[in-house]
T-cell receptor, first 115, second 113 residues
Framework: DADVTQTPRNRITKTGKRIMLECSQTKGHDRMYWYRQDPGLGLRLIYYSFDVKDINKGEISDGYSVSRQAQAKFSLSLESAIPNQTALYFC??????????????FGEGSRLTVL | KNQVEQSPQSLIILEGKNCTLQCNYTVSPFSNLRWYKQDTGRGPVSLTIMTFSENTKSNGRYTATLDADTKQSSLHITASQLSDSASYICVVSEKGSDYQLIWGAGTKLIIKP
């Protein structure tokens, strides 16, 4: 089984719908992240969480919200999806003990299409 | 503005050949530079992480170099294999922030038999 699991892997929805992407990890890491990847662009950070009670906005948080239900679970929500949120979304984890050189471990990605 | 530029955008080589991918960055202050491999439809996987004091770092057939003075890095792949077909992404970390990573757009490498 994958260490970082994302569900769903693919989702097609309509404009205005609420969507939740879920991420769970078995690595025991305290830090979790949500990234967005668009063709021709680098990954962009949406939200990050250093522990259950510490959630922070990344560079493109508008239109998104998150919930850290437990150390191992971090969900990303689109309250009212719009077409320009069509993208590939990645969850990642890292271990705080590795500090600034901490390796990121990514899930397999969730491809979201908003019509 | 902090940026990471990679070249070429895409590259096609024959199996068994070597290749070098380039990364230029303007991130300051610099903390570390990472190279990731991303297979199509999969999440990125770390290849190397290099700090300011490291000039060269190898991971099997992958060798990364870093010139912090010129703010350039390269990833050299030796004796390429079909499984090396992927996107290779250069990522630079800003000093003082252990979450703010500046991602390049990647180089798409295709290995032909």
């Amino acid at each position: 089984d994958a260490d970082v699991t994302q569900t769903p892997r693919n989702r097609i929805t309509k404009t205005g719908k609420r969507i939740m992407l879920e991420c769970s990890q078995t690595k025991g890491h305290d830090r979790m992240y949500w990234y967005r990847q668009d063709p021709g662009l680098g990954l962009r950070l949406i939200y990050y969480s250093f522990d259950v009670k510490d959630i922070n906005k990344g560079e493109i948080s508008d239109g998104y919200s998150v919930s850290r239900q437990a150390q191992a679970k971090f969900s990303l929500s689109l309250e009212s999806a719009i077409p320009n949120q069509t993208a590939l979304y990645f969850c990642a984890t890292s271990d705080f003990r590795t500090g600034t050189t901490g390796e990121l471990f990514f899930g397999e990605g969730s491809r979201l299409t908003v019509l | 503005k902090n940026q990471v530029e990679q070249s070429p955008q895409s590259l096609i080589i024959l199996e068994g050949k070597n290749c070098t991918l380039q990364c230029n960055y303007t991130v300051s202050p610099f903390s570390n530079l990472r190279w990731y491999k991303q297979d199509t439809g999969r999440g990125p996987v770390s290849l190397t992480i290099m700090t300011f004091s490291e000039n060269t770092k190898s991971n099997g057939r992958y060798t990364a170099t870093l010139d912090a003075d010129t703010k350039q890095s390269s990833l050299h792949i030796t004796a390429s294999q079909l499984s090396d077909s992927a996107s290779y992404i250069c990522v630079v970390s800003e000093k003082g922030s252990d979450y703010q990573l500046i991602w390049g757009a990647g180089t798409k490498l295709i290995i032909k038999p």
